[in-house]
């Protein structure tokens, strides 16, 4: 029984990426479902700072499917694409008359799944 018949994923995750988990989410709700080549050019040529770390965890998505489950790049596609919030960094701005201004700096889980195509 081949491992491409049967519904077994690869994944890779990202914690902690500092940005925030809606500019993700924006860019991770245009890949899902695509073919794994169609996700590289998409993210390739797509204006967001959130691109570079989604790309680098698709990279490593497909490099774990190849490596551990023996499945060609070009036959995947992605069945699992997530932004989580991930912790908050609080930080202070210094404003007029001594007081402090707080500054929420949010981080996110990035996390894809891809599997052979049907």
């Known amino acids: 029984m081949s491992v491409e018949s049967t519904n077994v994923q690869a994944r890779a995750a990202a914690r902690s990426v500092p940005i925030s988990p809606i500019k993700v989410g924006r860019v991770v709700d245009q890949i899902r479902g695509r073919s794994y080549q169609e996700a590289l050019m998409m993210l390739e040529f797509m204006p967001y700072k959130a691109c570079r770390p989604v790309l680098q965890v698709l990279y ?52 894809i799944a891809v599997r052979a195509k049907k």
Do not use: D, W
């Open 60 to 111: 490593s998505a497909a490099a774990n499917a190849e490596h551990n489950l023996g499945i060609s790049k070009s036959n995947l596609e992605i069945s699992e694409a997530t932004a989580n919030q991930g912790p908050v960094m609080k930080r202070f701005q210094p404003r007029a008359q001594g007081r402090g201004y707080p500054i929420r700096k949010p981080t996110c889980h990035i996390t």
